[in-house]
């Protein structure tokens, strides 16, 4: 009986070892994931405001307020590639830097005078 004991013991142990890191990995995957996803809006979003206001600083700053409001620790990086900028149809590149995550791309400009 007493070797009975032991196996059982032994057994709950063992899947005890092997399913804490299992899960830990899991749930980092699924924060991690969440994170990227949150990250992933924040940063379509602002390049919608960038692109639809009428002047760029002032975009920039809603922009900025934008990031402030969902608690986003990132920073937003707006500068001009080609074109007469700030004015339509020039090239503008948003970078939004979070962490070890960099997101970016180039536009088009938008309404701006």
Excluded at 25 to 51: A, P, Y
Excluded at 61 to 90: E, Q
Excluded at 97 to 108: A, C, D, L, Q
Aim: contains cysteine; proline residues 2%; glycine residues 8%.
């Amino acid at each position: 009986m007493q070797e009975n004991g032991n196996s059982i013991v032994e057994f709950i142990s063992f899947l005890l070892l092997a399913l804490v890191p299992i899960f830990s990995f899991f749930s980092w995957m699924t924060i991690e994931s969440h994170q990227r996803l949150r990250d992933n809006g924040i940063f379509h979003e602002v390049i919608r405001i960038v692109k639809s206001g009428d002047e760029l600083s002032q975009s920039i700053g809603i922009a900025n307020r934008f990031l402030t409001l969902h608690n986003s620790d990132g920073a937003l990086y707006v500068r001009c590639l080609a074109g007469n900028c700030p004015h339509r149809g020039s090239q503008i590149q948003i970078r939004y830097i979070n962490g070890k995550r960099t997101y970016e791309t180039t536009v088009v400009g938008g309404l701006w005078s």
